[in-house]
C-alpha cells in the first residue's frame, strides 16, 4: 500500500469512529501515553477530548481494530468488576469457560461473537453482574 492510500483508508477510519459519550473522534495513541506506563507497547483508540472525555478503548495489537466499544472511566470499573464476577463462574467450575460464555449470550439473546463483557453497556454490565451473583449464590459460592 502507498503512504497515500494509508492515510486516506486511516482518515476513513476515524471518520467513521468516534467517541459514543461526547461525539469527538477516536485517535489511536500509544498506551504509554495514557497509562504512563513507558513498558507498555500497546495502542488505545483515545477520545480527541481526553483527559475532559475519559473515553479510551485497547485496539487489537496486529490489526489496529478497537476492542470491543469505547468506555468512560464509570465503564470501564463496571466491566472489570463484571468479569471478575463471570471468570467465578468458570474459575469455580459451576460451568467450563465454554459454557459459561454460552450461558452469557443466551441470556442476554447474543450470538456467541458478541458475548464479550467489553462489548457491555453499563446496563449489561449490571445485569451480568447480578446474574453471576445469582448462579454463584445457588451453588454456595461466596459472590
Ligand atoms: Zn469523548
Known amino acids: 500500500m502507498t503512504i497515500l492510500k494509508k492515510r486516506k483508508a486511516r482518515a476513513q477510519r476515524s471518520r467513521s469512529f468516534r467517541c459514543p459519550h461526547c461525539g469527538a473522534a477516536m485517535i489511536l495513541r500509544p498506551a504509554s501515553e495514557i497509562y504512563h506506563d513507558a513498558k507498555s507497547d500497546r ?17 487489537h495489537p496486529n490489526t ?3 476492542m ?19 471468570d467465578l463462574i468458570w474459575k469455580n467450575g459451576i460451568m467450563t469457560r465454554e459454557e459459561a460464555y454460552r450461558w452469557f449470550a443466551d441470556s442476554f439473546g447474543l450470538s456467541l461473537r458478541d458475548a464479550h463483557i467489553g462489548m457491555c453497556s453499563e446496563y449489561r454490565c449490571r445485569e451480568l453482574i447480578r446474574l453471576c451473583n445469582e448462579v454463584l449464590a445457588r451453588n454456595n459460592c461466596v459472590a
Open 43 to 59: 495502542k488505545l483508540y483515545v477520545c480527541h477530548n481526553y483527559p475532559a472525555c475519559n473515553t479510551y478503548v485497547a485496539a
Open 64 to 66: 489496529d481494530k478497537p
Open 68 to 86: 470491543g466499544v469505547p468506555a468512560n472511566g464509570n465503564l470501564r470499573n463496571l466491566r472489570i468488576q463484571a468479569h471478575r464476577k463471570f
